[in-house]
């Protein structure tokens, strides 16, 4: 028996037993845990109270009023709580055991998202009795609450791991960033709360099944079970990016299974046309917010990157937009960004003219990924022009300004001008595309375009240096190889008495 432990013990997470641990020992989950109890036994008592002068018990009404707070107890209170402790780890610099351990980034990812979901299952496991009464007062359909605590669970699981990626990625060093940080974790958590709360009692008292009918009900369960599987594997897989070293390949991996999810997904989401528009608008939105991400990668190659490049033409040519550089991730967002508007065109033609706004819609999504794209690029090359000494991530600081003076300053400068030339100025602002009521995308995507050839242009050099290096990687590698020799023959002839 003791061997059979043993052997347990070998296969645990490190993270995961530390963590649980901390969560043992501390008192947050336990304040959260005999909190959320006390409610749910008010909720009981003032039920079962007011019952007594009508005769019955409002089971529907307690049971969402237990699975509303045991949502907002396991989506929101312990994936905050969880990505708290983790951003502390990072943002301290403790020599913690993600610090000091050897164990792959994987397997820290792994972990912390173990953890969580550990306590979520605590939770879920507490209030199962009471759950469990509901069914005999009447008003609940067994079949709508299964279907409910599935929902509510994977939800919260995703919830956790959102947590988890936002806590390892926090490396800031200034209050400002810091309580946006915190101000954005729960807002974004508070409206993910009010939406799932609202499908989930649609779900609970049948209406969902009911206005879609079965058939398009389980489809659109399919579809959701499938956009969540996503999700969170290209979560899974940025976080785990984020960990590896700087100077690695990291968002290789990151690119890869995202390509591959970006396939799936396109083939699958073909067989229905309502579907497949859908899809191509959640693609951009992914895209646009994945830009600022990727596009932060190093432009310049590290040796170790160097090393990895395949020496075959071919191979190094279709794996380009796969490695961590700048230029790669632009021609990764790029190449994706095109094969989605034009797979987005043909759906239009397929359909009945019914539909014939998507087309402006779609081509309004693409024009402010693109003004994104040509405003980053822009503020990439501010940064190289006058702040060199500063780190990359000034990228974003520039960037955040420059789109607010272009969202917001077109508004203002078209209060002050003649009536017949308002709409010229809104042309620059990534959302000016919206001020028509998209009646007219044409000259917005043509100058979309025309913004984003002008912001290649000026990171030009940059952009044909770091492709040179990428192609001509041996030549490079023996510069590296040249630098180490003159610096091993620095210190070997360097008089050291």
């Known amino acids: ?62 049971s969402v009023s237990m699975l509303g707070l045991l949502f907002f107890a396991s989506a929101l209170l312990i994936p905050i709580q969880i990505g708290k402790k983790t951003s502390e780890e990072i943002y301290d610099a403790t020599h913690e055991l993600i610090f000091t351990t050897t164990m792959d ?70 209050i400002i960033a810091g309580i946006g940080h915190k101000i954005g974790i729960i807002i974004v958590h508070i409206i993910a709360w009010i939406w799932a709360s609202t499908f989930g009692g649609a779900l609970l008292n049948g209406e969902y099944s009911r206005y879609t009918g079965t058939e398009n009900f389980w489809v659109n369960v399919i579809i959701f079970l499938l956009l969540v599987s996503f999700v969170s594997i290209i979560l899974y897989c940025l976080t785990v990016s984020r960990l590896q070293a700087e100077v690695s390949n990291r968002s290789y991996l990151f690119k890869s299974v995202t390509t591959a999810i970006w396939i799936i997904g396109t083939l699958v989401f073909s067989f229905n046309k309502d579907h497949a528009q859908f899809w191509c608008v959640i693609v951009f939105i992914v895209i646009a917010v994945l830009s600022l991400a990727l596009l932060l990668d190093p432009e310049t190659y590290s040796e170790r990157v160097l090393l990895e490049i395949p020496t075959n033409p071919v191979a190094r040519l279709i794996k380009f937009p796969l490695f961590t550089g700048m230029v790669n991730s632009l021609a990764w967002i790029l190449i994706i960004a095109a094969f989605t508007y034009i797979y987005g065109l043909t759906v239009v033609a397929a359909i009945s003219p019914s539909y014939s706004g998507y087309f402006e819609f779609l081509s309004a999504v693409a024009i402010i990924f693109m003004y994104g794209l040509a405003y980053f690029l822009i503020a990439n090359f501010i940064k190289n022009m006058f702040f060199k000494d500063k780190p990359r991530s000034t990228v974003t600081g520039i960037l955040v300004s420059m789109l607010l003076i272009f969202t917001f300053g077109p508004l203002i400068a078209e209060a002050f001008m003649p009536y017949g030339t308002r709409g010229i100025v809104s042309i620059i602002s990534p959302f000016g595309v919206f001020y028509d009521g998209l009646r007219n995308v044409f000259p917005y995507l043509i100058f979309s375009v025309i913004a984003l050839v002008a912001a290649l242009f000026l990171n030009i050099s940059k952009l044909i240096t770091q492709i040179n290096d990428y192609f001509n990687a041996s030549e490079r590698l023996k510069e590296y190889n040249k630098m180490n020799d003159e610096k091993f023959k620095y210190f070997k002839d360097y008089d050291w008495n």
């Open 1 to 62: 028996m003791n061997n059979f432990i043993a052997k347990i013990d070998d296969y645990l997470n490190a993270i995961l037993v530390k963590d649980l641990r901390q969560i043992v020992r501390g008192k947050f989950i336990w304040a959260v845990l005999l909190l959320f109890l006390g409610i749910v036994s008010l909720i009981l008592c003032l039920s079962l109270l007011e019952s007594g002068d009508r005769g019955e018990i409002d089971g529907e009404f307690i």
């Open 105 to 174: 980034p994987a397997s820290i990812v792994k972990g912390k998202f173990l953890s969580g979901s550990v306590t979520i299952i605590m939770m879920y496991a507490t209030l199962a009795p009471f759950l469990a009464l509901t069914l005999y007062m009447g008003g609940v359909d067994i079949k709508n609450l299964i279907l409910v605590i599935i929902y509510s669970f994977i939800m919260s699981h995703v919830a956790v791991l959102f947590q988890v990626h936002l806590g390892l990625s926090y490396k800031s060093d200034i």
